[in-house]
């Protein structure tokens, strides 16, 4: 019998070495699905992923994803927010770089399908984008904090209960 848990044993153990040598030797304290900066979202890169300078018509932009197709609040808000802001969003770089990934042309692309619902980047620049026009700042100058890394700021777990918001711009 001691045989039998030992041999279990080395087996464990020379599956979680393997498992360790091909996944790099980390093993992430907690799981996220993106996190600010180069390691989990944007790469360490000077280059300006793709925007818009001009916004066109309103009616010509795309419609965002219903917020009510995700099960949690954060996502839920960003999308709701998102929907309110969509020339603002079409103007913005996203710095997870879905332009080289997916093909994306700007941050609202991200809000248009599933992508945001599972990058925290979008979500992040999305509200930040959101709170910035609340704040009459203009998509320029809200472009101008995204480039400078402004959005890392945004703390998700204050947008953790969906209520969504009835101000009108």
Known sequence: MAIKRFSIFVCVLTM????????????PATISLASPGPLGGARATDDVPPYHADAPPAKDLPDTLDPMKFPDAITQNAYAMAAKVRPVLYQQPCYCHCDKELGHG?????????????CNVCKWEGIYAYNETKKKKTPAQIREGILKGEWKKVDLTKYAKYSPETDKY
Do not use: E, N, Y
């Open 16 to 27: 979680g070495l393997i498992a360790m040598a091909f996944g790099g030797g980390r093993m």
């Open 106 to 118: 700007s941050l609202l692309d991200c809000f248009t399908g599933m992508h945001a619902a599972v």
